[in-house]
């Protein structure tokens, strides 16, 4: 097995296809609803807070609310009240059971649940997925976080729609430090290689650095892509803004740091700095047209003509040695 990471992958271009980039359609079905760009901001309390989940939602983009000191069952009566298709997160606690519970028994049910934790290939994450799948049928379960083809498998085995692949790649993630375990280093790889044997759409979740790593995670089999620090730095960033030596940042830190936590116990995540690097929205729309510039020198017309590419292998023992398809 080749492994490798997104530095060290470039796609191949085929002949355009396109007279304009604008030709060129990004946007990917994924579960109930179609959305702009195959791209979500992280499920993390300095990523998204209500009003950017308002704003994605409204704007056709796919939202994934935080866990974390959240009246859960509110905030989904909320964006249903504005109209707005909810998409939550849920831990694999009591609690997170009673919020199944009142979702249901007020009817406000959910599109989206991603049920997240930092080892999902677990019973507790077979015992979530059959929970919410008997008392919220409709609702499209997204399944996390693996790092295998076996845990893929038997996630989709359980009845989750979705998987998400990355344990350790994140940008605030002492994961594998911490443990000696993880995707860290060869997460795209790792996408690769659980793809392989999905038969439900893959999330890769972390290690994207660059616009240009989503459409890699699309060439390896990703259908959606969940990305942290990369959102984190924006002037709507929920994290606390911080100046030093002139500059403004956004804090940014791991759901599993004692930032997050309120204490020092399992920690497997730090706090960094974000440079604000402008407004959420423009970043929106600039992905959006970097993916169109990609699917174009893909040769295609959508998306999924990344898959089609070829590619080559940069540095370490394959240094240029293989076209692969
Ligand atoms: N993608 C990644 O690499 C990682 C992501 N995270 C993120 O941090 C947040 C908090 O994660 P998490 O601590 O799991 O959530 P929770 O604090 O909600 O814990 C979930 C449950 O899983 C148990 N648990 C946690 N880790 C393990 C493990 N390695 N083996 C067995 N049981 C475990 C916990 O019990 P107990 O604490 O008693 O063990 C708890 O009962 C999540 O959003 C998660 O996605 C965290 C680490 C890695
Ligand atoms: N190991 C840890 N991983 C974490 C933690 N908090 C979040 N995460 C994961 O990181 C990605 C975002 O990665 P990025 O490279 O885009 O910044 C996020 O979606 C989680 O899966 C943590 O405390 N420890």
Known sequence: MDIFDYDNIQLLPRQCRVNSRSE????????????KIPAVPANMKTVIDEPIARYLAANEYFY??????????AFARRMREAGLY?????GVQKADDAIVEQLAAEGLGADYITIDIAHGHSDAVQRQIAHIKQRLPQAFVIAGNVGTPEAVLDLERWGADATKVGIGPGKVCITRMKTGF????????????CARVASKPIVADGGIRHHGDIAKSIRFGASMVMIGSLFAGHEESPGETVIEGGQRYKAYFGSASDFNKGERRHVEGKRILEPIKGHLA??????????????????????????????????????GEHLFM
């Open 24 to 35: 060129c359609d990004p946007s990917i079905e994924f579960g109930p609803r179609r959305f």
């Open 282 to 319: 423009d970043t929106l729309v600039e992905m959006r047209e970097d993916l169109q510039s990609s699917i174009s020198y893909a040769g295609g017309k959508s998306l999924m003509d990344l898959r089609k590419v070829n590619y080559v292998i940069l540095g370490g023992n394959n240094a």
């Open 86 to 90: 909810v998409s939550i997160s849920l």
């Open 64 to 73: 994934v609310m935080h866990r974390f000191d959240l009246d859960t069952v």
């Open 182 to 193: 993880g995707t860290g280093g060869w997460q795209l790889s790792a996408v690769k290689w």
